[in-house]
């Protein structure tokens, strides 16, 4: 594995400065990179999709553990870079890579068997986003371990009710069971970050069913947290077209129009925008 002073040979030899604007900070410590590994569950045969690959440090041991590793990468130099860093120090594991150059947030298809499984440190920029996209557009992926920002892991697996729990909480459990999965020091990575990193561990299940659909439940979702200090009949009111047809879907999903969002499991959120749904297409609305 790349250990601190590989990482930064390898960058000197790309005349590389590592950019906030995308994100990298590299690992640096072999023994986080199998913390990770171990965290993730990963089984033998799983195909993994691998955002924000760097350097390689993580690639390496995802490789040894795994069928095949798909590796996202926006930096056309890293991209390039992977392929020559994996066939150098693990020419057996070569070919179990693929390198995708590509923005994982445009991520579409990808090639080769389905992917099983998500294991990333996730740029703090972006890390919802991407995490949201993935689980949305590759519906085989059965579980994720994640690094992001200290406080993006707290807030993704906080439940309803704790002050941490907003849109990324109740978006990801449309998803999958969330928990956090433990911290990460700054010291290991390369150029060490502002912030801490923690871990978060997904496990995906059924969505709550819905007939309006998981766009629709996002948008009430949106709404309620747009406004949270607000009770739910107030904060979506924009969305359901008045306050009173707010109140209407809240009563009808069995919801108290006084309470907030941060109140409301993702269940509750889609019984609501299935009621005002329903509500719509009656009054010949939609």
């Known amino acids: 594995m790349l250990g601190a002073q590989d990482v930064r040979a390898l960058a000197d030899r790309l005349n590389l400065r590592p950019t906030k604007s995308r994100g990298q900070n590299f690992v640096v410590d072999a023994n986080t990179v199998r913390r990770i590994v171990r965290a993730a569950g990963l089984r033998p045969d799983d195909v993994v999709i691998e955002v924000g690959p760097g350097l390689g440090s993580l690639t ?6 795994v069928h095949r590793v798909v590796a996202i990468e926006i930096d056309p130099l890293l991209g390039g870079q992977l392929a020559a860093t994996v066939a150098d120090r693990r020419p057996d594991l070569a070919g179990r890579l693929e390198v995708v150059v590509a923005d994982a947030l445009q991520v579409g298809a990808l090639p080769g068997p389905a992917p099983t499984a998500l294991v990333a440190n996730l740029p703090y920029n972006v ?40 849109v990324p909480s ?11 999965a433990g911290n990460v020091a700054r010291s290991v990575f390369w150029p060490v970050p502002g912030v801490d990193s923690g871990l978060v561990h997904l496990e995906r299940r059924d969505p709550p069913a819905s007939t309006a659909g998981r766009v629709a439940v996002f948008r009430c979702v949106d709404a309620a947290f ?23 879907a809240l009563r009808t999903a069995g919801v108290d129009p006084s309470a907030r969002g941060e109140m409301l499991y993702v269940g509750d959120f889609a019984r609501v925008a299935d009621a005002l749904a329903d509500a719509q297409a009656a009054a010949g609305l939609t």
């Open 60 to 65: 390496l041991a995802l490789l040894d553990a």
């Open 127 to 166: 890390s919802v986003p991407v995490l949201l996209h993935l689980l949305e557009r590759v519906p085989t992926l059965r579980t994720a371990l994640v690094m992001v920002q200290a406080e993006v892991a707290e807030r993704l697996a906080a439940p309803p009710g704790s002050r941490t729990y907003g």
């Open 170 to 180: 109740v978006k990801a459990a449309w998803f999958a069971d969330v928990r956090q």
């Open 226 to 248: 747009a406004q949270r200090r607000k009770t739910l009949r107030a904060a979506l009111a924009g969305w359901a077209g008045g306050a009173q047809a707010a109140e209407t």
